[in-house]
């Protein structure tokens, strides 16, 4: 009686562990699966560099269709940049492809300024460092870029006289409401200030030079990078801002050969 008691007890701890091995193995799987799903999040995630995020490029155009819009227009909002992928992103790089090109600017050139403005605005006109809205007291410190091309101190485009008189002229700050038209009136506000520009010992190509350059997309966004924009560490986001003037290259010369460019209305 005893022997069979301690096999009927033997049987009953073999069932309880086989139990608690399926039930350990079970949680093991869902911790994998866990820790597989947030390293795709982590991998699918927009790398932060200088406080502003992007993902890298596929290579792929964005299926965007030039009849989306027959009238592009400006966009921006107070916080955060747009993917590149992005219709109202988009919009907005046809913008400054008609305002440059209308200037006598190389698309060329032009996918450079935009390619860099990838990792400095995120393509929102209305983008400040960090996405810390500051106002008047703030526009003269080093700590708070503003706009398209993430101009340091920010006063240096919103308190310059010449771009107050600028048509579209209409930043946002902290305590004043902005335009989505003041991505125009920055884009003016570059073409007209080449003394922000200063030539590299490596890029020796002047601010004119680079206006009616033809050479790679890539290379010339390397000169505006070390030019123009000058971060602290512009190692950090040159290659994606390489690859961001290829894409807007790409996708420019479709436009303008497939014949739409010449039928869109420009509203500046």
């Given at each position: 009686?005893?022997?069979?008691?301690?096999?009927?007890?033997?049987?009953?701890?073999?069932?309880?562990?086989?139990?608690?091995?399926?039930?350990?193995?079970?949680?093991?799987?869902?911790?994998?699966?866990?820790?597989?799903?947030?390293?795709?999040?982590?991998?699918?995630?927009?790398?932060?560099?200088?406080?502003?995020?992007?993902?890298?490029?596929?290579?792929?155009?964005?299926?965007?269709?030039?009849?989306?819009?027959?009238?592009?227009?400006?966009?921006?909002?107070?916080?955060?940049?747009?993917?590149?992928?992005?219709?109202?992103?988009?919009?907005?790089?046809?913008?400054?492809?008609?305002?440059?090109?209308?200037?006598?600017?190389?698309?060329?050139?032009?996918?450079?300024?935009?390619?860099?403005?990838?990792?400095?605005?995120?393509m929102n006109p209305w983008r400040w460092q960090s996405d810390i809205i500051v106002g008047p007291s703030d526009f003269w410190s080093m700590q708070h870029g503003y706009g398209l091309a993430g101009f340091t101190p920010a006063g240096k485009y919103i308190e310059d006289p010449q771009a107050q008189t600028y048509s579209g002229y209409a930043p946002n700050y902290l305590g004043h409401t902005g335009n989505a038209t003041d991505g125009a009136a920055q884009i003016q506000f570059i073409m007209d200030n080449p003394q922000y520009y200063q030539t590299h010992t490596a890029y020796p190509m002047t601010f004119s030079q680079f206006s009616q350059s033809t050479a790679a997309p890539s290379y010339l966004s390397d000169v505006w990078l070390y030019n123009f924009e000058q971060p602290s560490n512009p190692q950090a986001t040159q290659q994606y801002r390489r690859d961001c003037s290829d894409y807007w290259y790409q996708l420019f010369q479709g436009l303008l050969q497939s014949g739409r460019y010449n039928t869109l209305s420009y509203c500046g």
């Open positions: 009686m005893k022997a069979s008691t301690q096999a009927i007890a033997a049987i009953i701890l073999r069932s309880i562990i086989s139990r608690m091995i399926r039930y350990l193995l079970l949680i093991l799987l869902n911790v994998i699966i866990i820790i597989i799903s947030c390293l795709i999040c982590i991998l699918n995630t927009s790398t932060t560099i200088t406080n502003y995020d992007y993902k890298p490029i596929t290579g792929k155009l964005s299926n965007y269709t030039y009849e989306r819009r027959a009238f592009p227009v400006w966009h921006a909002k107070p916080t955060g940049g747009y993917s590149i992928y992005d219709p109202d992103c988009i919009d907005n790089a046809y913008m400054i492809l008609y305002q440059m090109r209308a200037a006598g600017w190389t698309t060329e050139s032009i996918s450079a300024v935009i390619g860099n403005m990838c990792a400095e605005g995120a």
